[in-house]
């Protein structure tokens, strides 16, 4: 790394600097750039993604789970009953303002423990329960369909494939099966992908 930056005539900000192990098991590694050791860290946020040692993604649910909660309070004071906004304008809101920190990235940390899941699976019900005013014990698929908002469940899924089918098409590239051979065409993946994400019951149109 000394070497690299002297050739390109790059300074670093040592202090600024971390380093982390990954993997399951906890070394404690000493490492000096320039004579001055850098810290070891078990986090660090890398290009608005938390990363940890084990690449389990919690404390990115966390994170995205509290930023999304913190844009819902400013919708929630637009939310009084009948004075206020409508529910089609508060799951619109909801959509556009508190969704995108929720999803942000997603595919990159779609690998998330079940219980980063329900986080994120908390957060939608909780805000889709106060826009359309039901109790708090409805159940969290109901109030899915009735808001006509996909399940953060089936979002990361969609979210996961359309990635990959991006990046299939960007290569110029069909995607080949291990099994079989079969080949089809990223237009394939994603229309397998609406398919499967589809909810056969019809919410009903505020």
Not at 14 to 28: A, Q
Not at 97 to 121: D, G, K, Y
Not at 185 to 194: A, L, P, R
């Amino acid at each position: 790394m000394e070497t690299w930056t002297e050739k390109w005539d790059m300074k670093l900000n040592i202090s600024k600097t971390k380093f982390m192990v990954f993997g399951d098991k906890k070394r404690n590694l000493t490492v000096t750039l320039f004579g001055k050791n850098i810290e070891q860290v078990t986090q660090i946020k890398c290009l608005g993604v938390w990363l940890d040692e084990c690449l389990n993604f919690s404390e990115q649910a966390e994170y995205a789970a509290s930023k999304a909660t913190r844009a819902f309070t400013k919708i929630a004071r637009l939310i009084d009953a009948r004075k206020g906004i409508s529910p089609k304008t508060g799951i619109m809101l909801y959509k556009c303002l508190v969704r995108p920190h929720l999803e942000f990235s997603f595919a990159a940390w779609a690998c998330m423990r079940e219980n980063s899941i329900l986080t994120l699976e908390r957060v939608q019900s909780r805000c889709l329960r106060r826009i359309l005013g039901t109790k708090a014990h409805a159940s969290a698929e109901a109030v899915d369909v009735i808001a006509n908002v996909m399940p953060v469940r089936l979002r990361l899924q969609q979210m996961s494939t359309l990635e990959y089918a991006r990046r299939a098409k960007g290569r110029k590239q069909q995607v080949k099966a291990n099994d079989g051979g079969i080949h089809f065409h990223w237009k394939q993946v994603h229309s397998h992908v609406i398919y499967q994400t589809s909810s056969k019951v019809v919410a009903p149109k505020f």
